[in-house]
């Protein structure tokens, strides 16, 4: 079991993210803190495998926050939760060493992703010994590699599914400026209708896409979907 730090400064975010994590299998919340001392604090008496840390805090900012984990000796991981989606910030989150960055408003899906992702770094990681040993070339690709396969396909696809097809959807709808149909799906993936289509519901019940309906003038409403991160957002920035 992962076991994870919320950290946000508004108790409502803080709640909605803990309640997030504890639906993603293999995570559990063992503690939330609204300030930067609060986190310290946590980190000293608890065990802690992962921080989600938003950036605006009312004491320091989360960066500040993650340099002083690493000066006082805390190894727990870092995801960057917040509102704060300047480049700099950014920039200093990946030179500070935050495993990912995740930009309010989110939906559970975007966040879920990021676990995943974490999650398989941590099974990759395990697979060479829990960080004891060398490794190859090979082997420090699959490494840096284990963040970005979650992002790829969803784990868990159903018989029948590909995770190569998976991500020619995911990247279709990505890459649209707006949502789309199955058949415009189908058409910009190459692949069948029925296949798109097959995806597309596996998919919007993932909560991975979004659904809306465009009406005509006649007939039935032509279903449009949209890659639902982080666009689709249930998380409020703060």
Same mark, same amino acid.
């Given at each position: 079991?992962? %076991?994870?730090?919320?950290?946000?400064?508004?108790?409502?975010?803080a709640?909605?993210?803990?309640?997030? #994590?504890? @639906?993603?299998?293999?995570?559990?919340?063992?503690? &939330? $803190?609204?300030?930067?001392? =609060?986190?310290?604090?946590?980190?000293?008496?608890?065990?802690?495998?992962? #921080?989600?840390?938003?950036?605006?805090?009312?004491?320091?900012?989360?960066?500040?926050?993650? +340099?002083?984990?690493? =000066?006082?000796?805390?190894h727990? %991981?870092?995801i960057?939760?917040?509102?704060?989606?300047?480049?700099?910030?950014? =920039?200093?989150?990946?030179?500070?060493?935050?495993?990912?960055?995740? #930009?309010?408003?989110?939906?559970?899906? !975007?966040?879920?992703? @990021?676990?995943?992702?974490?999650?398989?770094? +941590? &099974?990759?990681?395990?697979?060479?010994?829990?960080?004891?040993?060398? $490794?190859? /070339?090979?082997?420090?690709?699959?490494?840096?590699?284990?963040?970005?396969?979650?992002?790829?396909?969803?784990? !868990?696809l159903?018989?029948?599914?590909?995770?190569?097809? $998976?991500?020619? #959807?995911?990247?279709?709808?990505?890459?649209?400026? =707006?949502?789309?149909?199955?058949?415009?799906?189908? $058409? &910009?993936?190459?692949?069948?209708?029925?296949?798109? /289509?097959?995806?597309?519901?596996?998919l919007?019940?993932? !909560?991975?896409?979004?659904?809306?309906?465009?009406?005509?003038?006649?007939?039935?409403?032509?279903?449009?979907?949209?890659?639902?991160?982080?666009?689709?957002? +249930?998380? &409020?920035?703060?």
């Open positions: 079991m992962i %076991d994870v730090l919320v950290v946000d400064d508004d108790f409502r975010v709640e909605i993210n803990s309640a997030y #994590v504890g @639906k993603v299998p293999g995570f559990r919340v063992t503690a &939330r $803190a609204h300030t930067a001392a =609060q986190a310290l604090a946590t980190l000293e008496r608890a065990h802690v495998d992962l #921080v989600l840390l938003d950036h605006y805090l009312p004491d320091e900012t989360g960066l500040t926050l993650v +340099r002083r984990m690493r =000066q006082l000796g805390h727990a %991981d870092v960057m939760v917040t509102a704060a989606r300047d480049v700099a910030t950014v =920039q200093a989150a990946m030179r500070f060493g935050a495993l990912q960055y995740l #930009v309010k408003p989110f939906s559970f899906a !975007g966040l879920r992703v @990021k676990l995943e992702g974490y999650a398989a770094l +941590r &099974r990759t990681l395990d697979g060479f010994g829990g960080g004891g040993g060398e $490794a190859g /070339q090979e082997q420090v690709d699959r490494i840096f590699g284990a963040l970005r396969t979650a992002v790829a396909a969803p784990a !868990g159903p018989k029948g599914h590909s995770a190569p097809t $998976a991500e020619l #959807v995911r990247k279709v709808l990505t890459e649209a400026a =707006q949502p789309l149909s199955a058949h415009e799906v189908a $058409a &910009r993936a190459g692949i069948s209708r029925s296949t798109a /289509q097959r995806y597309l519901k596996f919007e019940r993932e !909560g991975r896409i979004s659904l809306t309906l465009k009406y005509g003038d006649t007939g039935r409403p032509e279903h449009r979907y949209a890659w639902a991160e982080p666009s689709t957002a +249930r998380n &409020r920035p703060v």
